[in-house]
């Protein structure tokens, strides 16, 4: 069982940056990789950016050469630089283990974190 807990959102103004953060709790041995996912109201759910556990991460092409994703140890993280007015939406993330990604097999994807990009 693995419990993640998403952090960092927040208001931003075009141009300026937000680093998301998502801690993993539980039996973190069963996670390959982990991912975040976001949603914007009236849109479908995007896969934004997966980091494999000892591999390299990719990126959506709407967010190539702005966002970066990390990971450190327990913990997933999502660098976010140059944000555009559509990228607001709610990020989530996820983690994949044998049986794949567990916030989308089960469709409960939880608070999330805010983002906001506004003048």
């Known amino acids: 069982q693995v419990q993640l807990v998403e952090s960092g959102g927040g208001l931003v103004q075009p141009g300026g940056s937000l680093r998301l953060s998502c801690s993993a709790s539980?039996?973190?041995?069963?996670?390959?990789?982990m991912g975040w996912y976001r949603q914007a109201p009236g849109k479908q759910r995007e896969l934004v950016a997966v980091l494999p556990k000892g591999g390299t991460s990719t990126i959506s092409d709407s967010v190539k050469g702005r966002f970066t994703i990390s990971g450190d140890g327990a913990n997933a993280y999502l660098q976010m630089n140059s944000l555009k007015p559509e990228d607001t939406a709610g990020y989530y993330c996820d983690a994949y283990t044998n049986t794949g990604w567990g916030k989308r097999r089960s469709d409960y994807w939880g608070q999330g974190t805010q983002v906001t990009v506004s003048s």
């Open positions: 539980g039996t973190i041995s069963w996670i390959y990789g």
